[in-house]
DNA sequence: TCTCTTGTTATCCAACTGGACAACAACGCT
DNA sequence: AGCGTTGTTGTCCAGTTGGATAACAAGAGA
């Protein structure tokens, strides 16, 4: 009569997937050294035996996390930015990122100094977004819509205010969303030569992919 | 003949000033997720049990430490930024600073949403370094060597680019100290109507306090 | 049907954590 | 000298952690 309550078997990438998520869910919000593999067992409704069936090690569980984080994030991104014209996609990219994304990458730059995989990690998709921010600025230039004298070295620029920006917004909470893209485009308006107050009006509405489906208590 | 061996006695003040600075030391090196009472012990040579006579509990240990840090190193820029021409001492404070001091910066922007205390504490010492940097931004101003037609907010925009550049510095590690200070101090230049270059010129040597003597392990 | 693989559970473990407490020792005060 | 205060130690505790492992269960392939 004891009936064994099993969790719903599943394949192994489907599981595999599902863990990476709820890790990440976590991860956003209580930061990566603060994830137990029994809380993200207990989020995905299993034991926490059976991720060490996935996962060798918990260092490697928060590595795969982040790095699923920031793939599905940027091909996302991508796909956004390809549809929409130079400006736009300047725009669409400058323009705050939301809450969950940003707070997994400030813990990033934090942890990244004490966990190699991580910092390896990083650098990567770091050096990713410049380069995708190169393409979008080289794409305003060969428009005729702005000027770049070396864009690898205005998308570098641009990219350190955003984060600057982003940590005043999300971390610290020193200003609001509107406050941060002024800032940001503001001074990208006039480091690419563009119209004063072309980047917020050729902002799209914000609708970057959410891999944080359903909080994490 | 079993002869008790204690720490040197010390006066309450002292003892206490000692436990905050090995903690500061601690996080520096592992976060403030990373450090348990028993390392701090270790690191002042006393018994773990002491700490508890200092702070009432682990959260007030690692506040007072943040409290700490950036008390101090404000302190000590402040009494160098004062002895200095407008130029340079902009330059002193935009100019890349030790990783010791951003490691804690960037651990409290990662801990902050999740501690409140942490977060009211750097809310505080945000706004304390635009306020310094507006002071000296109006210093260069008043000076007749640069323009700025409103200084706060030149001043939150460039405590932004020195954030970001620092985080592409101290954390991803895709920049070296010149870079970093040559994209801050381009900013700079184009943003206050500085002669190009003068900012480098004008950077003086960085002897910024240090509470970090001795190496964490 | 039998077997082999593999997803899954239930325990066990050694290590470590923050906190509590009683005993001790050095010092200041009267 | 006596005494109270307090800096300091050693030890205990209940809880949590990451990891290991054996047993179980659900399929797949023959």
Known sequence: ???????????????????????LRLVA??????????????EVGVVHGLIRHYFTSRDELVAAAFDFAVT??????????????PVAALAGWLAATPEDHYRVWIDAWSEAPRTPP????LDRHHR?????????????????LGASADPAADSRLLTA????????????????????????????????????GSLARANPVPARGQWAEGAAR
């Open 1 to 23: 009569m004891a009936e064994r309550k099993s969790a719903e078997r599943k394949s192994s990438d489907e599981r595999r997937d599902e863990i990476v998520r709820a890790t």
């Open 29 to 42: 919000a209580k930061g990566f050294a603060g994830v137990t593999l029994r809380e993200v067992a207990t």
């Open 72 to 85: 599905s994030e940027l091909a996302s991104d991508r796909a956004l930015l390809d549809g929409l014209d």
């Open 118 to 121: 991580l910092a390896a990690a």
């Open 128 to 144: 990713d977004c410049e380069r995708i921010l190169t393409s979008v600025i080289e794409r305003v230039v060969d428009a005729g």
């Open 161 to 196: 205010v955003a984060d600057g920006v982003a940590v005043q917004h999300h971390a610290v909470g020193v200003i609001d969303v509107d406050e941060a893209n002024a800032i940001v485009f503001a001074v990208a308006e006039r480091q690419l030569a563009l119209e004063p």
